[in-house]
């Protein structure tokens, strides 16, 4: 467990580097670390990490992610779980719409 808090929070610090050459040298010592690791698990984190080193890297092109579509995607999912049962596909819409207001469009009494 200690490895894998170890490697989090590495990764952490990699998307908190100032430019994408740091972030690769911060990246590939979390790789070789893994790499080395005796934990089975840890090892193929690494092997992930280094498939995936060219994509984490192109953060740095333009500091975007796809966080916000991916918690768009997540509420919709929880949505449908709550909607089970709703037989109108009407309602379910206006259901998935009502969930992406701001709070401050409800009033409270």
Same mark, same amino acid.
């Given at each position: 467990?200690?490895?894998?808090?170890?490697?989090?929070?590495?990764?952490? #610090?990699?998307?908190?580097?100032?430019?994408?050459?740091?972030?690769?040298?911060?990246? #590939?010592? *979390? *790789?070789?670390?893994?790499?080395?690791?005796?934990?089975?698990?840890?090892?193929?984190?690494?092997?992930?990490?280094?498939?995936?080193?060219?994509? *984490?890297? =192109?953060?740095? #092109?333009?500091?975007?992610? =796809?966080? @916000?579509?991916?918690?768009?995607?997540?509420?919709?999912?929880?949505?449908?779980? *709550?909607? %089970?049962?709703?037989?109108?596909?009407?309602? @379910?819409?206006?259901?998935?719409?009502?969930? %992406?207001?701001?709070?401050?469009? %409800?009033?409270?009494?």
């Amino acid at each position: 467990l200690k490895g894998f808090y170890w490697a989090k929070e590495r990764l952490r #610090d990699v998307y908190r580097a100032k430019e994408k050459n740091e972030a690769a040298k911060l990246l #590939d010592l *979390i *790789i070789m670390n893994l790499k080395a690791s005796d934990d089975a698990e840890l090892y193929r984190w690494g092997n992930t990490l280094k498939r995936w080193r060219q994509p *984490i890297l =192109n953060y740095f #092109d333009n500091k975007t992610t =796809n966080a @916000y579509t991916e918690g768009c995607n997540t509420k919709v999912k929880m949505l449908k779980r *709550i909607s %089970f049962g709703l037989r109108n596909v009407e309602v @379910y819409t206006k259901k998935i719409m009502l969930g %992406f207001l701001p709070p401050e469009c %409800f009033h409270t009494i």
